[in-house]
Each structure stands twice: as C-alpha cells, then as structure tokens.
C-alpha cells in the first residue's frame, strides 16, 4: 500500500476533552497525516460520518451525555456494513471486550503510547484502504488490464476535480450552454413561438402586442441569442483549457516515453555489441535513427521548414 494513500486518509477523532483531542491531532500530523479531524460531541458523529465518509474512528468510550458504546450502536444502525473501523480509547480493561462486540476493531489503554496508537492506526488504515480497493474493483471489466482500468479512474478524477474547481460564473455558463444545446431548448422555443404567433393573431381576443412582422420578437431573439453565443463562448474557453493542460500531459507522457525507449535501445545495443549479435541485413533501420534522442524543438522547427517550402513551391511554378 502506497505511504501517500494512507497519509491522506480521513481520520475522525472523538473525544470529550480537548487535552486527548490536541495531543492526538499533534501526534498524527507528526506522523504525516493530513485529513484529521475531531469533534467533542459524540452525537455529531453519524452525520459527520456520513458527510465526510472517514477511512478511520479513534474513539474514546467515557464520554458525558453519550458514550463510546452508543456511538458504536447508532453508527451500526445508521450505516450498517458502510461504518469506518472504530479504534476504541478507553483506560478501563473490562471495556475491550465490550467494545469489540460493538464493533470496534481493535482497542488501544489509556494511557496510550504514541508508538503503539500510531501502529495501530497504520494497520487499521492500511486494511481499509486495501478493502476499499477491492470493492472498488470487483465490478471490473476482466477483458481490461488493471493498469487500464487504474488509468480510466484517473482521467475521471482529473475531470472531476477539473469541474469541482470551477467558479459561479463559470458552472452558469456550462448550465446555459447544456441546456440551449438541448432537445428541451428547442420544443420550448418552438412553443414559445407558435403561442407569441396565436396571441398576435388577434382570433383569441388578445390585444396585439406585436403585429407581422414581429418585431419584438425579432429582438427579443436577437438578444436571446448574442447571450447564448457569449455563454457558448466561455465554455469553449473552459474545454480550451481544459484540453490544453491534457494536451501538455499527453506530451509530457510521450517524451518521457521516447526518452525511456532510446535508453533501452542504447542499452541493447551495447548488450548486442558485448555478446556479439550481429545486425539483421534486411532491416531498414539504422542503429543511429534507433537510438537517437529526439527533441521536440527540432520536431516542430522542421514541420514549420516544411510547410514555408511548401507554401513557396506553388508560387514559383505559377511564376514559370
């Protein structure tokens, strides 16, 4: 299990005084976890729970108003197979088994060594992100290699998180252009039309309000539509952007690709030379072209020589 996986994983702490609570958050955070959080109110933590969907409870069990035992049976309640695994505090020995038949998963005494809370937190996180991991997966395609499935899941984050950080402004305009991008938009507008021709017709005894050759209505939709091509314009912006940072990404991947192949030619080619295998005569390719690093640069600077040669070639043979 990858360090980093773990680090991130959400901690919740639960405790009645905030002497345990501080000391805990400071022995996390030293460890390197990043996504502690605490509450002194054992009632929150079902609807904490449920908003922010914690890999991980330390839960103290001598609590005023709510102890550690009810917590874990409203959370059994509440959220079933779904609940993180409880690290149950408690300073009292004949409270272990107790809480294990709760559900907790495993229990640390009071007073408690930071060795020991931060190894269990370790065991405790790293098997519930391996059977996230699993349940994550088990609905995979079999046909697909697990690396491109972990790709796949990926370039949705990317696009998740890509969408989570767009501004008001922006999710307005996306809304805007979705929506007169849509079969909806269209019947709404033809009714619209259809009534505004039946109502200036003057045979429903409505008073004319805009007679042939509508011009209300032509302006109306004129400036209907210079707000849509605007909204239309920001998002193409946004996808512009969007594709862009793909586009670097895609390049990035690819010259670290070609740099990584030239290096193994180079290397089999020293192997072949050591061991003494000889080339194979019907084979096009010269070692050189094979092995030698290519620069993006000089790529780009020769398809621009190319195409002024090739803009040039049609003016001369029309001057001959």
């Known amino acids: 299990m990858d360090d980093s996986k773990l680090l991130q994983a ?13 000391l805990l958050e400071r022995v996390l955070a030293k460890a390197g976890y990043t996504s502690v959080s605490s ?136 809304v805007m252009t979705s929506f007169s991008g849509s079969m909806t938009f269209f019947y709404v507008h033809m009714l619209w039309f259809l009534l505004w021709f039946l109502l200036n017709t003057g045979h429903l005894g409505v008073t004319v309000f805009d007679p042939y050759p509508y011009g209300f209505l032509t302006m109306v939709v004129s400036l209907e539509a210079i707000f849509l091509a605007t909204f239309v314009l920001i998002s ?18 690819s010259l670290l690709t070609e740099h990584e192949l030239t290096r193994v030619l180079q290397m089999l080619r020293t192997i072949q030379i050591k061991i003494g295998i000889a080339n194979d005569e019907s084979s096009n390719l010269a070692d050189a072209d094979l092995e030698m690093e290519t620069k993006p640069e000089d790529v780009l600077a020769e398809i621009e020589r190319l195409h002024r040669r090739e803009a040039i070639s049609p003016r001369r043979g029309r001057q001959m």
Do not use: W
Request: negative net charge; contains cysteine; aromatic residues 4%.
């Open 10 to 22: 959400s901690i919740l702490i639960v405790d009645d005084l905030e002497f345990n609570i501080n």
């Open 39 to 174: 509450t002194t109110n054992p009632r929150e933590v079902s609807a904490l729970h449920r908003k922010n969907h914690y890999d991980l409870i330390l839960l103290d069990i001598e609590m005023p108003d709510m102890d550690g035992f009810q917590v874990m049976r409203r959370m059994k309640e509440t959220h079933g197979d779904d609940q993180p695994p409880i690290l149950v505090i408690t300073a009292e020995p004949e409270h272990r088994m107790q809480a294990l038949q709760c559900g907790a998963k495993d229990f640390v005494s009071k007073p408690f060594e930071l060795v020991e809370v931060l190894t269990r937190v370790h065991n405790m996180l790293e098997a519930r992100l391996l059977q996230k991991e699993i349940d994550d997966h088990k609905d995979d395609n079999p046909a697909l290699s697990h690396v491109i499935q972990r790709n796949i899941r990926k370039i949705i984050q990317i696009r998740q998180k890509a969408s989570q950080d767009q501004n008001f402004q922006d999710r307005i305009a996306n």
């Open 236 to 253: 193409q912006n946004l996808l512009a952007r969007g594709a862009e940072r793909l586009t670097d990404l895609g390049l990035q991947t």
